[in-house]
């Protein structure tokens, strides 16, 4: 089984100030972890991917996330917000489990982030 | 350009009909799926199909239909017998359904039940 934790429902920060949005993951095997961004009735955009190789992971939009095992974690971070980073942003944790749940997507509540000018 | 087209952006339905949301893709992927988003619950697994002619139900098939019959195209149909459809339905795809890949996703379709 699988399962993803956002720990908050909504950020709030001020343009130029660092962005920490937080997850944490439960998985009987090694997983792969994905940070996705929504904006407004938009699809899902990837950010980032983590698949077991550097911990520290560097994605578009100068976002970055680092994969703590001894954690469980796999926090998303950008040293300075834009106004344009305001947006939802789903956690998502993906099965290496085997059966039907290989490849399965399980995807966090999402956090709503908003960035004050 | 490649990509996920979905259509309509915005559908409405009248109680007792059923509607179908269109899925287009042109990346090759093999993998499609199907998701259901409604406020602060995350994205909901509906279907998913990883060749042509085989689709699986997800975690909430009820009420829905899909069907697979070119490697481009994953249609949803949401039947009369789902009671809540009012929702964000949003369609992806992946080269494979393997653990360490990422979907692609469409703009989304809102459907709305009138």
């Known amino acids: 089984a699988q399962s993803v934790t956002q720990l908050d429902s909504h950020v709030s920060v001020s343009e130029g100030t660092p962005v920490l949005l937080r997850c944490n993951y439960s998985s009987s095997y090694s997983p792969s972890l994905f940070w996705y961004v929504q904006h407004p009735n938009k699809g899902l955009q990837l950010l980032l991917k983590y698949t077991s190789a550097a911990t520290l992971v560097k994605g578009i939009n100068g976002f970055e996330a680092e994969f703590k095992k001894s954690e469980t974690s796999f926090h998303l971070t950008k040293p300075s917000a834009h106004m344009s980073d305001a947006a939802e942003y789903f956690c998502?944790?993906?099965?290496?489990?085997?059966?039907?749940?290989?490849?399965?997507?399980?995807f966090g509540q999402g956090t709503i982030l908003t960035v004050h000018p | 350009d490649g990509g996920i087209t979905q259509s309509p952006k915005y559908l409405f339905r009248k109680e007792g009909q059923n509607v179908t949301l269109s899925c287009e893709q042109n990346?090759?992927?093999?993998?499609m799926y199907w998701y259901r988003q409604d406020p602060g619950q995350g994205l909901r697994l509906i279907y998913y199909s990883q060749i042509v002619n085989d689709f699986q139900k997800g975690d909430i098939a009820e009420g829905y239909s899909v069907s697979r019959e070119k490697k481009e195209s994953f249609p949803l149909t949401v039947t009369s017998a789902q009671k809540n459809p009012t929702a964000f339905y949003l369609c992806a795809s992946s080269r494979r359904r393997q653990f360490n890949t990422e979907a692609f996703f469409g703009q989304g379709t809102r459907l709305t039940v009138v």
């Open positions: 990346l090759n992927h093999d993998a």
């Open positions: 998502v944790v993906s099965s290496n489990a085997g059966g039907t749940s290989y490849g399965k997507l399980t």
